[in-house]
């Protein structure tokens, strides 16, 4: 059974930065997509960003293009993400999830939480103005 945990979330100033990670454990096989999303109360979950395993290919929202950067490192099983230059509209919990690869990788992997099958718990990340 696919697990994930989510860490590195707390409180900057804007203009900050903070690394998130996401320890991940109980694959089956090859071609996981990993994706971070976000969410405020009372709004959906947002994608930020995604990297496919098998080649380290990545998509990133155009809210946060140029500012986060997705990596993975396979033999620890742990993607992170490195958000600089953090905004107050950043401020959300955000979530760590897996989605197996059986469709065409593209930007549309960040358009919809509904397919990731496994989802880890939340960690708040909070800029202050």
């Known amino acids: 059974d696919v697990q994930l945990q989510a860490s590195g979330g707390g409180l900057v100033q804007a203009g900050g930065s903070l690394r998130l990670s996401c320890a991940a454990s109980?694959?089956?096989?090859?071609?996981?997509?990993i994706a971070w999303f976000r969410q405020v109360p009372g709004k959906g979950r947002e994608g930020a960003s995604c990297?496919?395993?098998?080649?380290?290919?990545?998509y990133y929202a155009d809210s946060v293009k140029g500012r986060f950067t997705i990596s993975s490192d396979n033999v620890k099983n742990t993607v992170y993400l490195q958000m600089n230059n953090l905004r107050p509209e950043d401020t959300a919990v955000y979530y760590c999830?897996?989605?197996?690869?059986?469709?065409?990788?593209?930007?549309?992997?960040?358009?919809?939480?509904?397919?990731?099958?496994?989802w880890g718990r939340g960690t708040l990340v909070t800029v202050s103005s």
């Open positions: 990297i496919r395993l098998s080649d380290g290919r990545t």
């Open positions: 109980g694959f089956t096989r090859d071609g996981y997509v």
């Open positions: 999830a897996a989605d197996p690869y059986t469709r065409t990788y593209s930007a549309g992997y960040l358009t919809d939480p509904r397919p990731y099958d496994y």
